[in-house]
């Protein structure tokens, strides 16, 4: 960049005039810097009056506005226009307690532009100090290739610190976002980082489109005692948030998530930390409130719409990745309904057509799963859950260190892993989880698992794992040991095509159980020791099964018991290693259909020939 003055003279400059307003530029032909030592007590038209040029004299541009490092008050809004650098390094800005606007945004005050139009905009540095407005302290709208760096934005009330809507390529990076109240619980959540909508509900100052947020960065950046860090409450109906990196943020003292996405497509979570959050991570696709149609935002605003609002089946891989993230939860959530819990992937089934709100639009039944979700690799210390799956479609779960620091007695039972709802999920692999309140891991409500395996369970109150009216086709190489309850437990019809080689010790009660009309096809290969109870305990099946090739040692009572609820189920035990001290060696059968090879057995008196 050209500039008609060197910076040694530009300093010099600056002490001859002694306190006055300064101003550089460089030749028309390059880029024009222009400085600016606001000298009045509203800083405001000085700056402005510099920001305008970009509006009034772009064929100058680009511009790059230097505001000299001091503390300065505002009491109108900054406007920024494309092709614009504003420099606020070593500067602090404060809004004027009577006014009542935004410190930073985008275009003018009433704005009815349309599309990405504002483009190629930079904030770097500054310490923007909002005084308390409810307010959003930076708003940004129908932008392209805009960016933030190493500012701080702080001390706002009832309101947002940031609020973004309708931008392609933002970049928010080394950015502080601190101190935010919340003081009316009338009030929705306010987000510090909002990704938004434009509807005049959200957006109000703005012309109202359906213009979709994407290629997003927020990196680096420091969210400290806010309600909510980045989040999105809002969405179009069939349309997504696109291209979305969150990643090696730093979250503190929060009253509800750390992360919220919603109808978010190509989106990686990575590398974050987040400390004291009653909620860690949470995806949502579909909601109960904030989903509207394009044609709403489309009749506010007269720009036209492509976007369908019919029922349209979510993608079947939203590429979603939430790794490499370290959460602590702590702390209740500000609406008491909400659970505590690490991360929480959620969609949304509706039965019958939602019925327009004042938070939402009317919108079609369907089911609005979330799908193509890959959580890894985070490390998560829990006060309530640690990861929740509900109506989850095509996801894995691997390599995650989950554990339970909370209140174990009374209250909400929480789960290492939780799969509801009628959720697909691919794989739960090599997870380490210890100390949960109730069960490791608990598959539920018709949800379907391929492969339980390698999983490493610790110390639950109740089952290492468990499956309740729900399948599994593999439950493989799992180590529980300590189970307040069953180490594995299949019951209220859940179905399990295999479970094998799995290392279970000490129990409470049975290493395996399988009752309440389970339907379990081959219990093979696992070690189970020092259980309290039973090896394995099978009752009121509904399903043959067959017991083959296990070791099962030191058992509280029998090796295996066949319980009379059986009822006329077969049972095939073969091939099983059973040691201990006397009935500990045995296989008790109490009823059913049942066929022992190699194993010593105890018939129930009543039963014998």
Known sequence: MRRLFHLAAAVLVAVV????????????????????????????????????????????????????????????????????????????????????????????????????????ITVIGGDLDHTGHSNTTVKLAHGKNIALKNVTMRNTRDGHLMEVAGVKGLTITGCTFRDQAQVSRATAIPEALQIDILNQKHMPGYRSEDLPMKDIVIQNCTFENVPRGIGAHTAVLNRYVKNVVIKNNRFRNLRSEAVRIMNFYNCRIEGNKIENAPRGIVAYMGHLKGMYRATSLAREGGVPTTTKVTYKAPPKNQKIVIRKNTITVGGSHIYSGSEVEGIFVCGYNFSRNLKKGTENDAIPKGNYYISGVAVSDNSIKTTGHGIRLDNVRNTSVKRNKISFKGNASGGIPYFGIYVLSDSRIDSIKSNKISSMKNHGILVTSRSKVNSVSSNTIKSPRKCGISVQDATVTAMAKNSIGKSGSAGVSVLLGGRVDSISKNKISSPKGAGITLESGAKVKKITGNNVKSARKYGIAVADIKKPVSITKNKVSKSGKYAILVNKKVGKQRVSIKGNKLTGKRSAALVRIEGGKVSVSGSRTSVKPSEKA
């Not at 006055?20 to 038209?45: E, K, M």
């Open 17 to 120: 005039c002694a306190g006055l307003q300064c101003l550089w530029t460089s030749p028309a032909f390059a880029d024009t810097t222009i400085g600016v030592a606001p000298i009045r007590p509203d800083a405001y038209t000085e700056i402005q009056k510099q920001l305008n040029l970009a509006k009034t004299q772009p064929e100058n541009g680009p511009y790059t506005i230097v505001v000299a490092p001091g503390s300065y008050k505002i009491n109108h809004s900054l406007k920024l226009y494309s092709n614009t650098t504003l420099k606020l390094e070593g500067v602090s800005l404060w809004l004027d307690p009577t006014a009542r606007c935004n410190m930073i945004r985008l275009g003018d005050g009433t704005d009815t532009q349309q599309g990405y139009y504002y483009r190629n």
